[in-house]
Structures are given as structure tokens and as C-alpha cells.
T-cell receptor, first 115, second 111 residues
Framework: GAGVSQTPSNKVTEKGKYVELRCDPISGHTALYWYRQSLGQGPEFLIYFQGTGAADDSGLPNDRFFAVRPEGSVSTLKIQRTERGDSAVYLC?????????????FGPGTRLTVL | AQSVAQPEDQVNVAEGNPLTVKCTYSVSGNPYLFWYVQYPNRGLQFLLKYITGDNLVKGSYGFEAEFNKSQTSFHLKKPSALVSDSALYFCAVRRDDKIIFGKGTRLHILP
């Protein structure tokens, strides 16, 4: 079946603008995760959804970042008043159930560049 | 708090030789450990995981990892490296319902 998909693959924006990044998880996966990967670093956790609700948003860096998953499938990560430091690859992952095994399947990412 | 450390930024290995990518962990309770690989312009791919049981875990593409509780290590290994194994490798640990990644080790397999 299809894997996790993310759109757009690349996004270039200007400082101060608003952006939305979309994630389509694997069909039937109830858990969805957002990570941010800066150059030369490992992915850093941002937020985790179980169904429609954000179960853990402790990784969001500040209130400019927000994510939704209104129907428990597709998720959108929203960044307001973008800053140059927001430039990174934003990764989405999904998994089939909540539990210790927690194997996550990752999408190809959205590369965000803030000029 | 759960964390992992990858002490090497880069590892170079000649094709056909065995390879090891190091990882140490710090956890309270039972560790749930993972290895992921990232190829250029592609998403992270799951390689293998340790939950419990045998200390030698076998995964995708001929990789395996050895869990060592006394040394708090979870090194990734392969008996014979291929040029196509060149990629960025991440060790990771489960914390609550999320995965905490190490900073990654770039593996170069030299032909």
C-alpha cells in the first residue's frame, strides 16, 4: 500500500509569512507524528496525535507552531510569522497503534526554506 | 530521561569489510531501541528494533544490532559492507509515545 506522503516536497517562503505543511499518513494508522530535522541533526519531536487529538505537543518550539488533524487522518502543520531559524526538513510519521513497539513509518519530508 | 548518543559523526569502511556504527543509550526502565537509515532525498527507513529477548537483533538489508546491557550499547553491524549502504544512520529510543533520535552517523563505504 501507499506510504506516508507529504506536500509540498519543497517550500520557499519569506520571513514573516504563514505556511502550511500537509501529511497524509498510511491508511488506518491512528498515530501521527511531526518531527523537525535541522541540517546535521537528528529529527526532533514536535507533536504527536492519537486520532484527532494532540496527545503530546511538548516539542513545539513556540506558539507560532500549530498542528491539526480534524478527521483523524490528514494532518497540517501550520507555522505563523516564519523566521529564518524555522528552515529545516519537516518530517511526518505514522504508526498503526499506540504501544511500546511504536514502529513509525516516515514520509519523505518537506524542506522549508525561509528567506 | 531517555536518550541515545552516537559518538561518531562519520565512519568509513572499505567495501566487503565488516562495519559497526556505535550507539549508547541512557534509559530508566526497559529500553526500546531502534535503528533508522536515511538515504539522500528520501525519508527515514526503519532497520530494526530491540524490545526484549535475544540480544542480537536482525533487521533489513542484512543489518543486525547487538544489545549490551552492561555496556548500555546498541551497536549496528553488518558482516560485509556494500557501497549502497552509504547513508546516514540514526539510533533512537522510545520515550513515552515518541522516538528520540541521536544526531546520526554518516557511513561511507569505499569501493
Amino acid at each position: 500500500g501507499a506510504g506516508v506522503s507529504q506536500t509540498p516536497s519543497n517550500k520557499v517562503t519569506e520571513k514573516g509569512k504563514y505556511v502550511e505543511l500537509r501529511c497524509d499518513p498510511i491508511s488506518g494508522h491512528t498515530a501521527l507524528y511531526w518531527y523537525r530535522q535541522s541540517l546535521g541533526q537528528g529529527p526532533e519531536f514536535l507533536i504527536y496525535f492519537q486520532g484527532t487529538g494532540a496527545a503530546d505537543d511538548s516539542g513545539l518550539p513556540n506558539d507560532r507552531f500549530f498542528a491539526v488533524r480534524p478527521e483523524g487522518s490528514v494532518s497540517t502543520l501550520k507555522i505563523q510569522r516564519t523566521e529564518r531559524g524555522d528552515s529545516a526538513v519537516y518530517l511526518c510519521a505514522s504508526s498503526s497503534y499506540r504501544g511500546p513497539y511504536n514502529e513509525q513509518f516516515f514520509g519523505p519530508g518537506t524542506r522549508l526554506t525561509v528567506l | 530521561a531517555q536518550s541515545v548518543a552516537q559518538p561518531e559523526d562519520q565512519v568509513n569502511v572499505a567495501e566487503g569489510n565488516p562495519l559497526t556504527v556505535k550507539c549508547t543509550y541512557s534509559v530508566s526502565g526497559n529500553p526500546y531501541l531502534f535503528w533508522y537509515v536515511q538515504y539522500p532525498n528520501r525519508g527515514l527507513q526503519f532497520l530494526l528494533k530491540y524490545i526484549t529477548g535475544d540480544n542480537l537483533v536482525k533487521g533489513s538489508y542484512g543489518f543486525e544490532a547487538e544489545f549490551n546491557k552492561s555496556q548500555t550499547s546498541f551497536h549496528l553491524k553488518k558482516p560485509s559492507a556494500l557501497v549502497s549502504d552509504s547513508a546516514l544512520y540514526f539510533c533512537a529510543v522510545r520515550r513515552d509515545d515518541k522516538i528520540i533520535f541521536g544526531k546520526g552517523t554518516r557511513l561511507h563505504i569505499l569501493p
